[in-house]
């Protein structure tokens, strides 16, 4: 009993280490005096550094099943049980926080820019989870619960890639609703594929926003004028900065790294940034500038009609071959990281999710108003499915390095939206009250 105590202290001693300092600040040393363990012990326990990441990451994927198999759920079979599944989450994330505590999320945003090694671990886990849901969702269709044409391992990518997304906003954030709209989402895209119709019919999405209070007023130092030339320096850095934490994870780029890239003296970038959190406010703010200027292109209209949704999306799965399986979204990746950070950095991250939000709800109401979509649509909760589908798509292809999580949740995304199109000849009527 003292062995399995001492194991365990060690390994939530090197989640926390993981999750406040990335792959780069862990070290046996570190985690034995945290843990108050000799090297003996720790060696006793872990042949090394990949042993102990292995662990700690087992560990947290058996805290994930945990919560999956609360006995209240039964065996997942059943939409009723299904319904609970939605509840028990929301009330989980809401008793654990949303920051200072170790997430199998969390964990993988540290891990997951590391080496292949450790980055097939993250991917261990996933694959065990999704098997998790393909073996209930499995039962569900034998039963005849599901239709014969339900394909059980996509949808169980899609429970588990959009329930990481919703996650990652939601700890971003720090509320509830982003994950709490995902679930239903994830729920109601699973009854699309009910056998009984009478069950196909969506639940609805009561969870408040719960908007964000006040924000303190902080204090920043005065912008230097800037030359053409200075500018020109300055954005250099800025995206050379923003290539390599998107190459190597923020943790893993030192302040000597972008300057030795870009080419710059150190007394350069001090002039232009007064610390790496400075250099990775900036990084953030062009980040969320590329993801604006990417919904903004003419090939997507307004993201107005399905059609431009529907280009949306085949942009973003031709993404997810070229840069997701790199990498991730080059901005939810910067979130994964940054979830621990001070206040400044995740407002930042907030506001940049916000406008994307912002945008895709325009893009939604607008198909209300035009008739496309019912007036029964919620386009603050489709807004949110489609983000977080974007962004646990993006975090999964490249954990689990393949496509098919970005691919087969941006399909089941967009064809949830269109489930709420109005029926030819229907009378056009102001979007639902949020």
């Known amino acids: 009993m003292k062995g399995v105590a001492t194991r365990e202290r060690i390994l939530t001693c090197a989640a926390e280490i993981i999750l406040a300092d990335g792959l780069v600040g862990l070290s046996l040393d570190k985690v034995r005096l945290r843990a108050e363990v000799s090297g003996s012990q720790l060696t006793h326990y872990f042949d090394g550094k990949q042993s102990l990441i292995r662990a700690v990451l087992d560990r947290q994927m058996n805290l994930v099943m945990s919560i999956h198999e609360t006995p209240s759920l039964g065996n997942l079979e059943t939409w009723e049980e299904w319904e609970n599944w939605v509840e028990v989450n929301v009330r989980s994330l809401r008793r654990f926080g949303y920051c200072g505590r170790p997430t199998y999320h969390g964990l993988a945003g540290q891990l997951a820019k590391s080496d292949d090694s450790t980055r097939a671990a993250v991917a261990r886990g996933y694959r065990r989870w999704v098997q998790f849901f393909e ?106 900065a923003a290539e390599l934490m998107f190459e190597r994870g923020v943790r893993n780029t030192s302040l000597d790294d972008v300057r030795k890239s870009v080419g710059v003296s150190g007394s350069q970038l001090s002039h232009y940034f007064v610390d790496k959190r400075d250099l990775a406010l900036q990084v953030i703010a062009v980040r969320s500038a590329g993801v604006q ?142």
């Open 135 to 240: 073996d209930r969702l499995s039962r569900m269709k034998a039963e005849g619960v599901l239709v014969s044409t339900a394909d059980p391992s996509r949808l169980a990518l899609v429970v588990v890639a959009a329930h990481q997304g919703g996650c990652l906003v939601s700890f971003t954030h720090r509320r509830a609703w982003p994950l709490a709209s995902t679930l239903r989402f994830i729920v109601n895209y699973l009854r699309m594929f009910a056998s009984d119709p009478t069950e196909r019919a969506p639940g609805r999405f009561r969870q408040p926003w719960e908007p964000r209070g006040p924000r303190a007023a902080r204090a920043h130092p005065a912008e230097p004028r800037l030359t053409r030339k200075g500018l020109a320096t300055r954005g250099r850095i800025v995206e050379g």
């Open 293 to 434: 200027d990417c919904l903004s292109r003419v090939e997507f209209g307004a993201l107005a009609t399905m059609h431009d949704l529907r280009a949306w999306r085949d942009d973003c799965i031709g993404e997810a071959r070229t840069v997701y399986l790199a990498g991730g979204c080059p901005y939810g990746s910067l979130a994964a990281e940054l979830l621990d950070s001070d206040g400044a950095l995740v407002d930042a991250l907030v506001d940049g999710y916000d406008e994307w939000l912002q945008r895709l709800r325009d893009g939604l109401t607008s198909m209300v108003r035009r008739g496309e979509l019912s007036a029964e649509a919620n386009v603050r909760h489709l807004a949110v499915s489609l983000l977080t589908a974007h962004q646990g798509g993006a975090t999964l292809s490249h954990a689990m390095g393949s496509v098919e999580p970005a691919t087969v949740l941006l399909v089941a995304a967009v064809d949830y939206v269109t489930s709420f199109q109005k029926p030819a000849g229907a009378a056009v009527s102001a979007p639902a009250a949020e």
